[in-house]
């Protein structure tokens, strides 16, 4: 019988190894925990009450979907009590959420993104969970402000996400390569599937949303014609297309068989900087990338070393094959005179 290695099993060999602390190791553990609940959730769609709108916005003034109000407390409230947080902050929560007077608290901060994909929660495509965890840089009698997770994503001590998909899988690194794992239903536990996932350096996929094309700017535009003009073009060979419209699904396709993600600054998001949020998608996908070999760019600059100004801020993100985001990112900086 093949040796089947869970979830804990890892956690405890890298604690082991030096790599994860206790209290990261718990953390990561009720990260799952609530991921298999929502992943409950989610499957049981409709007989769980689960699709359609809240009725409710969020800060961003995005109408929140049933699906986001749940899964957001469902990770709030796991990760509450374990004594290994000193704060949390959510795409779903206009500010930084406390840890209750009554519960003892911990080193770590945790951000989220409870549900990825909004949009196909009622047409049953995949979507996710996205974190990012970085280290509380406050003493612990203090409450952490918006201004403590104000930390570059190199800071980051771990970040991944799960895909509820034809199967739950959750997708993970420490800092020592991206590790992916199958929730194994019947057994209840995450089972270790994808050992070192690698994002290979060459790609012929692209994902964008090609609806916005009227709206990019110069390098995006030349950047794509040049990839639609497959074995004609300058490119000289084809390239095919794919667009989720789930960043975690598109990221997880791409951390499977290579690929090159897009969600660039266009004139739409002019005033927001861009679509995607910094501190809880660009950032934990940028480290798992990258981890995985890949690369993560704004189009002028690594997403990783950007210093955030608020938590919610939205940055461009060009995610994922490595010589293909290098030479997107060298359209926006040397552009063709
Ligand atoms: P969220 O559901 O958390 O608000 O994120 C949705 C994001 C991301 O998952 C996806 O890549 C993108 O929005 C899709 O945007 P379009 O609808 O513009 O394609
Ligand atoms: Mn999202
Ligand atoms: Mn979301």
Same mark, same amino acid.
């Given at each position: 019988?093949?040796? =089947?290695?869970?979830?804990?099993?890892?956690?405890?060999?890298?604690?082991?190894?030096?790599?994860?602390?206790? !209290?990261l190791?718990?953390?990561? $553990?009720?990260?799952?925990?609530?991921?298999?609940?929502? %992943?409950?959730?989610?499957?049981?769609?409709?007989?769980?009450?689960?699709?359609?709108?809240?009725?409710?916005?969020?800060?961003?003034? $995005?109408?929140?979907?049933?699906?986001? @109000?749940?899964?957001?407390?469902?990770?709030?409230? *796991?990760?509450?009590?374990?004594?290994?947080?000193? *704060?949390?902050?959510?795409?779903?929560?206009?500010?930084?959420?406390?840890?209750? &007077?009554?519960?003892?608290?911990?080193?770590?901060?945790?951000? &989220?993104?409870?549900? !990825?994909?909004?949009?196909?929660?009622?047409?049953?495509?995949?979507?996710?969970?996205?974190?990012?965890?970085?280290?509380?840089?406050?003493?612990?009698?203090?409450?952490?402000?918006?201004?403590?997770?104000?930390?570059?994503?190199?800071?980051? @001590?771990? *970040?991944?996400?799960?895909?509820?998909?034809?199967?739950?899988?959750?997708?993970?690194?420490?800092g020592?390569?991206?590790?992916?794992?199958?929730?194994?239903?019947?057994?209840?536990?995450?089972?270790?599937?994808?050992?070192?996932?690698?994002?290979?350096?060459?790609?012929?996929?692209?994902?964008?949303n090609?609806?916005?094309? #009227?709206?990019?700017?110069?390098?995006?535009q #030349?950047y794509?014609?040049?990839?639609?003009? /497959?074995k004609?073009g300058? =490119?000289?060979?084809?390239?095919?297309?794919?667009?989720? *419209? %789930?960043?975690?699904? !598109?990221?997880?396709?791409?951390?499977?068989?290579?690929?090159? &993600?897009?969600?660039?600054?266009? $004139?739409?998001? =002019?005033?927001? /900087? /861009?679509?995607?949020?910094?501190?809880?998608?660009?950032?934990?996908?940028?480290?798992?990338?990258?981890?995985?070999?890949?690369?993560a760019?704004? /189009?002028?600059?690594?997403?990783?070393d950007?210093?955030?100004?608020?938590?919610?801020?939205?940055?461009?993100?060009?995610?994922g094959? =490595?010589?293909?985001?290098?030479?997107?990112?060298?359209?926006?900086?040397?552009?063709?005179?």
């Amino acid at each position: 019988m093949p040796k =089947r290695i869970s979830l804990t099993h890892f956690l405890i060999d890298e604690q082991r190894a030096g790599r994860v602390s206790a !209290d990261l190791r718990l953390l990561i $553990e009720v990260v799952a925990r609530s991921v298999k609940t929502i %992943s409950v959730t989610v499957s049981k769609g409709a007989l769980a009450g689960a699709l359609g709108e809240a009725g409710t916005e969020n800060v961003q003034g $995005e109408a929140q979907k049933k699906l986001d @109000v749940i899964a957001n407390e469902i990770l709030l409230q *796991a990760n509450e009590w374990g004594g290994h947080l000193a *704060a949390m902050a959510s795409e779903e929560v206009e500010t930084v959420h406390q840890i209750p &007077f009554d519960y003892p608290k911990g080193g770590y901060l945790l951000l &989220f993104d409870p549900l !990825d994909g909004s949009s196909n929660i009622d047409v049953n495509v995949t979507i996710g969970t996205i974190f990012s965890v970085l280290r509380n840089p406050q003493t612990k009698d203090k409450d952490p402000t918006e201004a403590d997770f104000l930390q570059p994503g190199r800071d980051q @001590v771990a *970040a991944g996400y799960a895909t509820y998909g034809p199967s739950t899988q959750l997708v993970l690194t420490v800092g020592g390569g991206v590790h992916g794992f199958t929730l194994d239903r019947e057994m209840g536990s995450f089972i270790y599937t994808h050992p070192f996932m690698t994002v290979p350096a060459e790609t012929c996929e692209y994902s964008i949303n090609a609806s916005n094309a #009227r709206f990019w700017e110069a390098p995006v535009q #030349r950047y794509i014609a040049e990839l639609q003009q /497959g074995k004609d073009g300058p =490119r000289g060979s084809d390239f095919n297309m794919r667009w989720i *419209a %789930s960043m975690v699904a !598109d990221v997880h396709r791409v951390l499977t068989r290579g690929g090159i &993600f897009m969600y660039p600054f266009d $004139e739409k998001c =002019r005033e927001k /900087g /861009g679509k995607l949020r910094l501190m809880y998608e660009a950032n934990p996908m940028a480290m798992l990338i990258e981890q995985a070999g890949g690369a993560a760019t704004t /189009g002028r600059g690594r997403i990783l070393d950007i210093i955030p100004e608020r938590l919610h801020q939205r940055v461009p993100v060009i995610l994922g094959s =490595r010589t293909e985001v290098e030479r997107v990112t060298s359209y926006h900086l040397d552009p063709p005179s």
